[in-house]
């Protein structure tokens, strides 16, 4: 198994243009979710998926568009990139809850700078 | 205030000396609570969940303080490949999956 794959590994943007963050799994999680890490600040959750068709806005979803047509995908798209998205970008999925046992696995990444 | 919260260190700690890493969260339906590991420029990794009664992983020992809303994380036995960033994570009963992540405690173990 892959795990949770995330292209590209880096991408540098010029602030008003727009691209999608892929990420996949091929772990048949329901759950999939997206965080940005910035220094100082931790990981705040974006947008996150429940299952395929269904999708919700978490910490800080502003300037960010997500969809879930299938169980192994779920990208990530900025609409009109800005400077404060500079981030590093983790794409997670996690098997459903069983006996208070729950764990996410994350992707290696995407580092995104906009200038 | 923020939801979970760490000491940012650094800690910077010799060869097998013993270490403790505390956390406290504020809200008190949090359900679940994690340690994740994060080493440099790469991904969060689950190193241990943590229950009430406590529990050990080999030179690992997490500890659950509810009353307090409290979390610890202990190493004993350093070694120079601990050195990373730790995560206090907590899942609160009605979030589902979404977990709330601390700003992480830096570890360095040098020899």
């Known amino acids: 198994n892959a795990g949770v794959t995330q292209t590209p590994k880096f991408q540098v943007l010029k602030t008003g243009q727009s691209m999608t963050l892929q990420c996949a799994q091929d772990?048949?999680?329901?759950?999939m979710s997206w965080y940005r890490q910035d220094p100082g600040m931790g990981l705040r959750l974006i947008h996150y998926s429940v299952g395929a068709g269904i999708t919700d806005q978490g910490e800080v979803p502003n300037g960010y568009n997500v969809s879930r047509s299938t169980t192994e995908d779920f990208p990530l798209r900025l609409l009109s990139a800005a400077p404060s998205q500079t981030s590093v970008y983790f794409c997670a999925s996690s098997p459903p809850l069983a006996g208070g046992k729950y764990e996410q696995y994350f992707g290696p990444g995407t580092r995104l700078t906009v200038t | 205030r923020k939801e979970v919260e760490q000491d940012p260190g650094p800690f910077n700690v010799p060869e097998g000396a013993t270490v403790a890493f505390n956390c406290t969260y504020s809200n008190s339906a949090s359900q679940s609570f994690f340690w994740y590991r994060q080493d440099c420029r790469k991904e969060p990794k689950l190193l241990m969940s943590?229950?009430?009664s406590g529990n050990e992983d080999g030179r690992f020992t997490a500890q659950l303080n509810r009353a307090s809303q409290y979390i610890s994380l202990l190493i004993r036995d350093s070694k120079l490949s601990d050195s990373a960033t730790y995560l206090c994570v907590v899942r609160r009963s009605n979030s589902g999956y979404a977990l709330n992540f601390g700003k992480g405690t830096s570890l360095l173990v040098t020899p």
């Open positions: 943590v229950y009430s």
């Open positions: 772990m048949n999680h329901e759950y």
